[in-house]
């Protein structure tokens, strides 16, 4: 009866709320099987780009339930809503980019065992067409921001094969209707979700494997391929294709094949 009681006051006291744990997940950067980086060796592919924003991130339980994951706000690299993943540090092949870097995201989650993770690529609609000037990290990095476009690059990808080669992307929604100061909204929205049977925490990295991202793009042809999700852009088919997206309409059809889950 005692316990019973307890059980009661603790609810109405609201003081039953379950204790919050730290999670930090980790990302990893590989062509197939191998780890590359901007300063790999010139006989096979390096990286010559890697930024991406993530938001949305939930765990699942062995029943399937998923566990909200509150990112962890740290005026860099995540705010509560969104989090900027950054693999490339300015070096070797990656001549645009900068040297700090972010391959962890961080938050809390009501500590239930948990066999999976998902999570969404890109900027929510109604972050997508504010001023970067005026937004709150990491939203304020003026690099990922298609200011002709007047939205946010989702994902920057490159790699640089031997012989000049190689292909990159940009990311974003397209077909965009409005002025700069009045986007209406944008017909292909573009925007890729991970979904991850078997992630867990503290034991898991999340890969993401270049290799099938640039699937069916001739990379020897000394000619150097790009995608700037334009829907006349055929090298974006692919692509597309690998991170679950359908080129045509910009509509999310499945999980990104372009990530794996690993054991530590």
């Given at each position: 009866?005692?316990?019973?009681?307890?059980?009661?006051?603790?609810?109405?006291?609201?003081?039953?709320?379950?204790?919050?744990?730290?999670?930090?997940?980790?990302?990893?950067v590989?062509?197939g099987?191998?780890?590359?980086g901007?300063?790999?060796p010139d006989?096979?592919?390096?990286?010559?780009?890697?930024?991406?924003?993530?938001?949305?991130?939930?765990?699942f339980?062995?029943?399937?339930?998923?566990?909200?994951?509150?990112?962890?706000?740290?005026?860099?690299?995540?705010?509560?809503?969104?989090?900027?993943?950054?693999?490339?540090?300015?070096?070797?092949?990656c001549?645009?980019?900068s040297?700090?870097?972010?391959?962890?995201?961080?938050?809390?989650?009501?500590g239930?065992?948990?066999?999976?993770?998902?999570?969404?690529?890109?900027?929510?609609?109604?972050?997508?067409?504010?001023?970067?000037m005026?937004?709150?990290?990491?939203?304020?990095?003026?690099?990922?921001?298609?200011?002709?476009?007047?939205?946010?690059?989702?994902?920057?990808?490159?790699l640089?094969?031997?012989?000049?080669d190689?292909?990159?992307?940009?990311?974003?929604?397209d077909?965009?209707?409005?002025?700069?100061?009045?986007?209406?909204?944008?017909?292909?929205?573009?925007?890729p979700?991970?979904d991850?049977?078997?992630?867990?925490?503290?034991?898991?990295?999340?890969v993401?494997d270049?290799?099938?991202?640039?699937r069916?793009?001739?990379?020897?042809?000394?000619?150097?391929?790009?995608?700037?999700?334009?829907?006349?852009?055929?090298e974006?088919?692919?692509?597309?294709?690998?991170?679950?997206?359908?080129?045509?309409?910009?509509?999310?059809?499945?999980?990104?094949?372009?990530?794996?889950?690993?054991?530590?």
């Amino acid at each position: 009866m005692r316990a019973i009681l307890f059980f009661i006051a603790c609810l109405l006291a609201g003081a039953c709320t379950p204790r919050l744990e730290t999670i930090e997940i980790p990302f990893a950067v590989r062509y197939g099987e191998t780890e590359i980086g901007c300063n790999s060796p010139d006989a096979g592919p390096a990286l010559s780009d890697l930024r991406l924003y993530v938001h949305s991130v939930r765990l699942f339980d062995e029943s399937g339930a998923a566990i909200d994951v509150a990112l962890t706000a740290d005026g860099i690299w995540q705010s509560k809503d969104i989090a900027l993943l950054d693999f490339e540090n300015g070096e070797g092949a990656c001549i645009n980019g900068s040297p700090q870097t972010n391959v962890v995201l961080r938050g809390e989650y009501s500590g239930r065992a948990a066999t999976g993770l998902r999570l969404e690529i890109g900027v929510p609609e109604g972050l997508n067409h504010n001023d970067p000037m005026l937004a709150e990290a990491p939203l304020s990095f003026t690099a990922m921001h298609w200011h002709w476009k007047s939205g946010y690059k989702f994902m920057r990808a490159g790699l640089r094969t031997p012989g000049d080669d190689g292909f990159w992307m940009h990311l974003g929604s397209d077909r965009c209707e409005g002025t700069i100061d009045n986007i209406l909204g944008c017909r292909s929205a573009n925007r890729p979700f991970v979904d991850l049977p078997g992630y867990r925490p503290d034991a898991s990295i999340v890969v993401i494997d270049l290799q099938r991202l640039t699937r069916d793009i001739n990379l020897a042809d000394r000619a150097l391929s790009q995608c700037q999700s334009g829907p006349t852009e055929k090298e974006c088919v692919a692509p597309f294709s690998s991170l679950g997206l359908d080129f045509d309409s910009g509509d999310t059809v499945s999980a990104a094949t372009v990530f794996r889950v690993e054991a530590l």
